[in-house]
Structures are given as C-alpha cells and as structure tokens.
C-alpha cells in the first residue's frame, strides 16, 4: 500500500505538519509568537499545496492537443473567500478542524479572519465566479480571465444614514491563494500611430505605441467538488515595461524616475473606477483593452506550446465574452492574428467569429458600453481602425440583404453617428461571435425584440438563451449547514452536484415531521442572521418574525424605495390601528450604490431614515424592524440567503435580465415577492404559482402604459394610503424634519416614475398582504418552502454550463492526468 506524501497527505496528522512547516519555512514565525494571522496564512498555504496537486494534474490534461479549452473572459470574479470552500471541495474540514485543535487553533475563526476578494461588485461577478465553480466541478477545461485588482470597487460604511465609500485594501495583509508568475507576461500597446509595413514585399499595418505596459499574470487555483480537476482564474496586474528611470534619477528627477511604474500600475489598481469624469473614462477602456490583450495573447502561447497554429485557434479555445467590458477582444484578436501572426484578412475573421461568443447581460440602453471615438483613437488607434474595417465589410453585407434601406445601416453601424461619434462595444461583440445569448427566457426574448432586435433578423440562428445559474455548493451547502444535513438524509448526499434530486423533498412537503425539522433549521440561520443585525445595527430581531429581504445592488429599477413604501405604508396603518393583527417583519436591505449615482445613495439615506423612525418608536416593538446591512459581499451574503423567509425580487418587468441572488434565495427555502421581470418568470414556473407571490404588470403592459402617456401623479391622487406614504417623504417625518432631503426623489415620482413605483404600488400591498396571510399559517408556509426549494435545480449553474458546453462552446469534460507514483486513494 502506498504512504500518504506528508507535504500533501490528507490526514490530520500530516496537515497539521504541513501548517507547522509552513509558519516557519514561509513566514519564519514559531507557534509561540504566531498571530491569528500568521496561523491564517500557514493553514492557507497549507491547503493550497494540496490543490496544487490537481492543479498541475489538470493543467497537464489540457495540455495535450487536440483539449479545446473554454476561455471566460470577465471583468469582475465576485470568488468570495477561498478558505471555507476549498475545504469544502477537498472533502478535509474534519481533518483540518482536528489539525488545528491540535494546535489550539479554532478553525472558524481563522475562516473570519479572510479579507473578501476584491474583485467583483455584484451579480455579474458572482455569476462568472460560479461558472467557475462549475466548470471545475464538471471537469471541463476552462480558464477565467480577468484583472488582478489590488482595490476592490469600495469598502461601504454608513455615516449619519448616507453611504461612506472607503478603501478596500482587501490584499493588505497578502493572500495565500495566488501563483504569481513573471515569467508569465505580455506587452500592450497603447496610444502613438500606425503605419504602413512593406517589408519582405508584403502590405501589413504596423502599430507604434506612444506608450507599453506589461500584464503580469496571478493565478488562483479553482478545485472542483470532489474530484481531482483544479482548473484556473489567470488575473493580471499592470507593470511598467521600465519601472525605473536611472537616467532621470540620477539629474535629481526622482518623481520622474517612477513616474512610468506609478502610470501603469493604475491599471490595475481599482475595481470600476468613476468614469464621470474624462479620466476615469480613459481608465476604464484602458483596463479593459488591457486584461483583453494579455489574455488573447495568453491563448495564443498556450496554442503553440500545443505545437498548433494560429489557425487551430477556434478549435482549441472558445472565448465567451461576459458582458460588453471584454467585446474589444473581436477587434484585438483580429489584430494578434492580421498584424501579428500575418493571416489574411478573411482567414483571420473566421476564425475570430467561430472562437467568440458573447453574452448580453443587460437591455437598459445606458450600460450598453459605447465611447467616444476621439478617446478611442488617441488611447487605441489600431484596434480602431480594425473596428473600422469589420464596419465596412459588415455594412456592406447588410446593403447585399436589405438593399436601400439606410435607416437600418444607421442601427447597425458599429459606430453611432448621430452626435458626437461613438464606438458601440455590444454591436462589435454581436458583429463578430457565433453565439450571443440572453441570461434568462424572457430576457432573451427582449434581446431579440428590441436592443439587437435588427442583429437577430439578420442572423436569427446565432441568438440563444442560457438561463443564469448558482452553485449549489457555496450557497447551500456551506453557507446553510442545517438545511444541508436535513438534505443528506432526506434525498441523498449527491444533490450537491445533481440538484433536480432536491425533487425527491417534494413526497415530504406535508410531512409534519418533516416540516418542524425544516422550520429547526430555517430558525437556526435567522438566530445567526439575527445576532449580525444586533451586532451590526444595535437591533434585535426576532427569529420568529417574517424576515423579509432585498439584497442587491442599489439602482432605481431595482426598486428598493417601492419596498420602503410598503414598510412606511405598514407604519403608518399600525399607528392609526394598533390592534391590526399582522405578522411581525424584519425588513433587510443591502446593496451598494454607485459612487455617482445621487438618486440610489438617496435611496439608501431614505431606507436608514425609515429605519431610525420604526426602529425608535416604541408602539413598533415587536412589530416592525428596518436594518440595512452595510458593506454586502459573499461572506454577508451566506449569512443572509439562508436565513430569508421573503425574497424581494420586484425590478419593473423588462428591466432585469437576469438576476442571481433570486435563484440563491429559493435554494435555501425563501419565498418569492416579484414581477414577472428576469428569472422570475422561470422561478415561479418551476416552483408552481402558488408557490410565489405574483404582482404588478408585465413587460407588455408596462410598455404600453408608457406609450399611452402615464401620469404618475393621478396615481398618487387617487390612492390615499400610496398619498399619505409619498407625502410622509415630503413633509420631513423621516428626515428629521428636512422637507428638502427627499425632494428630488418624490419629484422624480411623481413627476416622471420612470420604473413605474406608483402603477405598481397597489398590486404590491395586496401581495404582500397574501404574503402576511400565508406566514401566519406555519404548515402551508412550510410547505412552500419545502417546495421552493425541492423546485430549484434547473437552477444550477451546472445545469447552464451544460448548456454552454453542448449549444455555443463545443468543450468536453476532461478529467486531470493522474501522475504516476501517487495515491490517488488517499483523496477524498
């Protein structure tokens, strides 16, 4: 029989060795003097050297070749602390707690201790952070490309009920996730000129940079759930190409000398900086050629290491564009392969097409990236004039199908000439991929028919939809450890990779039982979800009151301020009838709101303005509470998904695309409030109308109320309780007597209600009135839970990626090579 290698042994004997070698080899600390910190460290490098064992595995499976590799290309990673997880995917918690223990450690409080990767914001991070989970636990090659950010967007705080944005130094301390690898790096061009290049009798463009900098490649290792695969998130961060100027130091010119390292090094310093102002918009194209660049050429050495040319590219890497941030990378791969590896023109637009798909995540027409085309010239003259020529020869194929029709080639263009100029990023991403899909039925049905409503007649078969999906794994299986147990012994241990197996709860939705076990574990996550909210907010909450909860990043279509009606609506009803016999609620909100954005920052001074008032009001005892959790983020999120027993999903229909937090809320038991808007409409179909609390109107209905001229204010006049809220946000009741304070947002309401607030506010009570009813009834509430929660594996995000593996990639499961001389029996 084989020995366990100590370095990588599983067992608690040889992890807690590993831990002890790794204090004093790579931090020279001896147990005696360690931090808490320094025990983090030890034990993270600890259980990265055991991922490195399927890492290198995996990374020799793809490298034989004819392994075509999924290549996900995102400007955010919402990964969430590594710890916790990769315990969990390794199958060793017990053997780590017990190694720790033995070395008076506490395991669950050096998980604490992780700082939040910084490299998302919201659900479009999350999302790509769960393909990866995925795509890892499936066995699929596949690597995500992104930026290496040593600030995340912001660190939010409260001050005085306003958002503060602070510093997120979440690398300040190091992390023992990443593989730094220098020898791993790319130029990229920026600014100068072109010119033309004759030389050995040919006619090629040449690029003449004004200014270079240099992508470092970060990797973080992605372990599947219980199998040997380990795939890979390459990030990169910016160097300069020269970081220091002898010459200019050595004149007394000591700013100047690092003047080029402080400049490129801002490439991948922050996480979506304030593109207001000009510079922030030159940052922001600048980040995202970048990480484009470094990545494209990433593929293209991984390509030649496989001894395959240039024009194999398509068949050994699909290159799936998550939003419209990585779309420059049809002009960019168009140029590596024209200017670079000298293909011809059509050969080289083949072979882009057939490698690029793309994913459209929104239809709300201001996040449909464009730019001026003088910032795009000066920062990006060559791929500029790419885009230029695909305009061309694309508008040419247009003229060939819809001859005479110049309004059309207007839509189309990939440049919008109507003012001034500009580069429209969506209609490149759609111009040059063989696939492009929505992110949930009705979204891509919307897709179709309006935003690239003229691509999809042209090119119909290239439009598809794949409906978003969560893991299982961190958000049900770590982050609701009760709830995971009654699953392993109801159906089976093998829902966490096979999530329609949750069906088999549905035999004991009225088992009573059953149902009092279930509410045991829903009431052990809100005790935990309570004591944050004292320690965060100073209140206590009730376990036994409806925790009703909207998470989400803060934006008015999203809806928080119709939420915060319903609640002042509530208020005021219980002080007129203090009698009225209602379900005790805690109200949750969290989100950040973009710095920029005036309108959602009110929005969250609006909700802490509600929160002092209810909260202080001693007749609200018992009755009513508002918290609004600060600074949420992956770790908050697992505290909080479990815990829901009402999840707000209440965007106005035909805005969200999407939505992943939804599908979150339904695994762990929460009931749904929603419009049919985004996922919604596949949430409620799957878990049965009765199952979710329906209002408002539909995308259709909200589009004609629109065009038939809606006057928000005659809605406010005819309903006195929507009157009496919105008056309360005018007189100063929640704004200390400040009659000012919420002026813009009910002028906005009542002048505009561009989401449809007020049309939408009658059919809300009445929902959430059912809502109250059903709560009151414990059996049937439990029922729908169980039900909710039975019903949620079609969304899975291995189910999507399934999709995108069969229908738009052509990738194929590959497990890791197993090296010869080790005991793979000791893996768990």
């Not at 017990?94 to 939040?116: P, S």
């Not at 490698?355 to 996040?367: D, G, I, M, R």
């Not at 695909?390 to 189309?412: K, Q, S, T, W």
């Not at 089976?492 to 035999?507: I, K, Q, S, V």
Request: aromatic share 10%.
């Amino acid at each position: 029989m084989a020995t366990e290698p100590v370095r990588t042994g599983l067992t608690a004997a040889a992890i807690r060795q590993a831990v002890l070698d790794n204090l004093a080899y790579l931090q020279a600390r001896y147990p005696g003097i360690a931090t808490p910190w320094n025990w983090y460290m030890a034990l993270g490098y600890s259980v990265r050297d055991r991922l490195l064992d399927r890492w290198v595995d995996s990374v020799q499976a793809y490298a034989a070749p004819d392994v075509k590799v999924a290549c996900y290309l995102s400007a955010e990673f919402l990964i969430g602390p590594q710890l916790a997880s990769n315990l969990l995917n390794l199958g060793i918690e017990a053997e780590v707690r017990e190694a720790m223990a033995a070395l008076g450690q506490d395991l669950d409080a050096l998980i604490a201790l992780e700082a939040e990767p910084g490299l998302g914001n919201g659900g479009l991070g999350r999302l790509a952070a769960c393909f990866l989970d995925s795509l890892a636990t499936l066995e699929v090659p596949a690597i995500g490309y992104g930026i290496r950010y040593e600030f995340g967007i912001f660190e939010q705080a409260l001050r005085d009920g306003w958002q503060v944005e602070r510093t997120d130094k979440w690398l300040q301390r190091g992390t023992p996730w990443e593989v730094v690898r220098p020898e791993v790096s790319y130029t990229v061009n920026f600014g100068g000129h072109t010119e033309t290049d004759t030389a050995g009798g040919g006619y090629r463009m040449r690029w003449v940079p004004g200014r270079q900098v240099r992508g470092i490649a970060c990797d973080v290792p992605v372990p599947g759930f219980r199998v040997e695969t380990c795939n890979t998130l390459r990030l990169w961060r910016s160097e300069a190409v020269e970081s220091f100027d002898l010459e200019d130091f050595q004149v007394g010119d000591y700013y100047g000398a690092v003047a080029e390292k402080v400049s490129s090094e801002t490439l991948s310093k922050v996480l979506y900086p304030n593109d207001e102002p000009e510079a922030g918009k030159r940052l922001r194209l600048a980040q995202q050629y970048f990480f484009v660049s470094c990545s494209l050429q990433d593929m293209l050495r991984q390509l030649e290491m496989k001894g395959q040319p240039a024009t194999r590219f398509a068949d050994l890497c699909a290159v799936q564009l998550n939003d419209t941030h990585p779309s420059i990378a049809v002009a960019e791969l168009m140029r590596l392969l024209v200017d670079e590896r000298s293909l011809p023109w059509d050969t080289a637009w083949d072979i882009t097409r057939r490698a690029c798909a793309y994913t459209n995540h929104t239809l709300l027409p201001e996040a449909l990236e464009t730019w001026g085309l003088p910032l795009f010239r000066e920062l990006l003259p060559r791929p500029l004039e790419i885009i230029f020529e695909i305009n061309r020869r694309f508008l040419e194929e247009v003229r060939r199908a819809f001859p005479g029709d110049e309004e059309r080639l207007r839509r189309l263009s990939l440049i919008d000439e109507s003012g001034s100029k500009r580069v429209r990023m969506a209609h490149l991403a759609t111009v040059g991929s063989h696939a492009i899909n929505g992110v949930s039925a009705l979204h891509s049905e919307l897709l179709r028919e309006t935003v690239l409503h003229d691509f999809a007649s042209l090119w119909p078969e290239r439009f598809r939809n794949v409906t978003n999906g969560v893991t299982p794994r961190r958000f049900l299986l770590l982050a609701n450890p009760p709830l995971a147990r009654l699953l392993d012994e109801a159906v089976g241990t093998g829902w966490a990779t096979d999530l329609d197996r949750l069906r088999g709860l549905e035999r004991l939705a009225d088992d009573a039982s059953f149902q009092e076990r279930w509410r045991a574990a829903r009431r052990w996550n809100k005790e935990r979800l309570a004591g944050r909210i004292h320690d965060i907010a100073g209140r206590a909450a009730d376990p036994a009151a409806l925790f009703d909860v909207q998470v989400k990043r803060i934006h008015e279509y999203k809806r928080q301020h119709l939420n915060v009606l319903h609640v002042i609506t509530l208020y005021q009803r219980l002080l007129r009838q203090p009698g009225l016999d209602l379900a005790p609620r805690c109200f949750i909100f969290a989100g950040k709101a973009a710095p920029g954005y005036r309108m959602a920052k009110l929005v969250i001074r609006l909700i802490n303005g509600v929160a002092d008032v209810v909260n202080n009001d001693p007749a609200m005892r018992g009755r009513l509470l508002v918290a609004f959790l600060p600074n949420f983020n992956v770790s908050s999120a697992q505290h909080i998904y479990p815990a829901a027993d009402l999840s707000e999903q209440i965007s106005t229909a035909g805005k969200e695309a999407a939505g992943t937090g939804n599908m979150k809320f339904m695994m762990n038991g929460a009931l749904t409030i929603g419009t049919l808007d985004g996922a919604n409409v596949e949430i409620r179909a799957a878990a049965g109308s009765e199952n979710f609390f329906l209002f408002g109107l539909d995308a259709a209905r909200a589009a004609a109320l629109r065009a038939d001229g809606y006057r928000p204010r005659d809605w406010y006049e005819r309903d006195a309780e929507l009157r009496g809220a919105l008056d309360a946000l005018g007189d100063g009741s929640f704004s200390r007597g400040d009659p000012t304070l919420f002026r813009p947002l009910l002028d906005q309401l009542l002048e505009h209600d561009d989401y449809l607030l007020l049309a939408d506010y009658r059919a809300y009570l009445e929902a959430q009135a059912a809502a109250d009813v059903a709560y009151r009834d414990p059996a049937r509430w439990t029922r729908m839970s169980i039900l909710n929660t039975a019903r949620s594996g079609a969304f899975s995000s291995d189910r999507a990626i399934h999709e995108y593996c069969s229908g738009i990639w052509d990738v194929r499961r590959t497990p890791a090579v197993r090296t010869p001389g080790v005991d793979y029996s000791a893996r768990k």
